[in-house]
């Protein structure tokens, strides 16, 4: 079975327009999509070897649907891995993905932009600082995978995770 983790940037003041889709498949397979690269042909791309899940933390399933008007749940199975989370680990105080990474004492370098989204936008404008996002974004789609791998050696199986699709 071959899952896929995303985790996308959007402007989220001002049009909701995602900005940078980072994806990876396993730990060591990380991709991404930018500019005129976000459109359905391209996502369609990164998606048709999945034939497990699509892992997503939070609303960037219905983000890129509405971004790019595709259906992406009519054809995959999708999961909101922040509501598997919640289930999970239900004594969790706070589910924002940091805290979460800290709960598996899952290692970030950056935290740059966990504080301030408005640097995120800004840092994108320059060639510089997009470097650090899209690091920013690779570390936050490695470490789904780490959650989600934590979680499975804890006892989830896939029959329970597809409790948790998106419909």
């Known amino acids: 079975m071959k899952n896929i ?10 049009n909701s327009k995602i900005f940078l ?18 459109c359905p042909t ?13 892992f997503v933390y939070g609303p960037d399933i219905g983000f890129m649907e509405k ?20 289930h999970e680990l239900p004594n969790l105080k706070c589910y924002k993905l940091y805290k979460v990474e800290q709960h598996f004492n899952i290692s970030r370098k950056s935290m740059a932009y966990k504080y301030d989204i408005f640097q995120t936008l800004a840092d994108w404008k320059t060639p510089e600082g997009r470097k650090k996002v899209i690091e920013y974004n690779q570390e ?6 780490r959650i989600f791998n934590n979680l499975r050696k804890s006892g ?8 948790y699709r998106i419909h």
């Open 5 to 14: 983790f995303i985790d996308c940037e959007w402007n989220t003041f001002a």
């Open 42 to 54: 391209n996502l369609e791309k990164i998606l048709n070897p999945v034939t497990g899940f699509i």
């Open 67 to 86: 971004h790019m008007n595709i259906n992406i749940r009519k054809k995959h199975k999708c999961i909101n891995l922040l509501a598997l989370v919640r």
């Open 140 to 145: 936050d789609v490695i470490n789904l995978i």
């Open 156 to 163: 989830l199986t896939y029959r329970k995770v597809m409790k």
């Open 21 to 38: 889709i980072g994806y990876a498949y396993n730990l060591s397979s990380f991709g991404i999509l930018t500019g005129n690269k976000i």
